[in-house]
């Protein structure tokens, strides 16, 4: 027969060996765990995004101030230029308000509250509001006009290839995006419908970041659907077009 030493010693073995064994399976559970982790970031990483994009949205976007103003970084700052540009857009469109009556009166407001604060800041022992100098540069100027002529150009260039008559895609492209627009134009004025693209880039850009995942799936399915409408118009109606019969055989 075991003595008692024996016997507590043996018992010790035992819950000794238990959480070695159970040390082990929760390691291995975990270390399981981090590679599911590293593997999902991987496939995640190497997921197709919408256009090819490879980079993230906010390097996309430029990286810089507008970025995170666009991306609602710093949401009180973006919510507050977006409720500016609400209350300016319902002062012209549903007040009836005329851009040169705003310009004015905000000008008349902006004056008369510096006027008033740089004359009382005696009496209220405050120092008086500091103008910042604004004065454009020689080389800001040329450097804006320089960004100006180029976009124009292109522009004037891009007319001038549609207008040649040696692309039927890109001439069908233009006159289908210049009627869809045209259509849209008639059912909104210029003031609303320039507010509707603003409100579109201010908020569409953050709710992508949001749901990407599930709109990158959409968007590929959409594409995919695209190019199959196309494929098939091309069979029935541009491959019959001499001129594009002509470009392909060559």
């Given amino acids: 027969m075991m003595s008692e030493g024996e016997e507590h010693g043996s018992l ?7 959480i070695h064994d159970f040390k082990g399976s929760s390691s291995s559970s975990s270390s399981d765990s981090d590679d599911d982790k590293k593997h999902h970031h991987k496939s995640k990483s190497k997921k197709k995004r919408l256009f090819g994009r490879t980079n993230p949205l906010h390097h996309v976007l430029g990286g810089g101030k507008a970025a995170d103003l666009v991306l609602w970084r710093d949401k009180q700052t ?4 977006l409720a500016g540009v609400t209350v300016i857009w319902l002062l012209f469109e549903g007040i009836g308000y005329h851009l040169l009556t705003f310009f004015c009166h905000s000008l008349i407001v902006f004056l008369t509250v510096c006027f008033v604060w ?3 800041a005696s009496f209220i022992n405050r120092g008086p509001p500091k103008f910042p100098d604004v004065i454009l540069s020689e080389v800001q100027c040329l450097k804006i006009a320089h960004i100006l002529r180029k976009e ?3 522009a004037f260039l891009t007319l001038r290839h549609v207008a040649s008559g040696k692309d039927l895609k890109t001439y069908l492209l ?6 869809f627009v045209s259509i849209i134009g008639s059912c909104f004025s210029f003031l609303t419908l320039s507010y ?10 953050m709710l992508y970041e949001k749901y990407e995942d599930e709109v990158d799936v959409v968007g590929e399915k959409a ?3 695209i190019k199959k409408q196309y494929a098939v118009l091309d069979h029935k109606l541009l491959s019959k077009i001499p001129m594009l019969a002509e470009k392909k055989q060559h």
């Fill in 12 to 18: 010790l073995e035992k819950i000794n060996d238990k």
């Fill in 78 to 81: 973006s919510g507050s230029i």
């Fill in 118 to 120: 740089a004359n009382a």
């Fill in 152 to 154: 124009i150009n292109e």
């Fill in 174 to 179: 233009t006159i289908a995006g210049l009627w």
């Fill in 196 to 205: 509707t693209i603003f409100l579109m880039a201010y908020t569409l850009p």
């Fill in 223 to 225: 594409l995919i659907e």
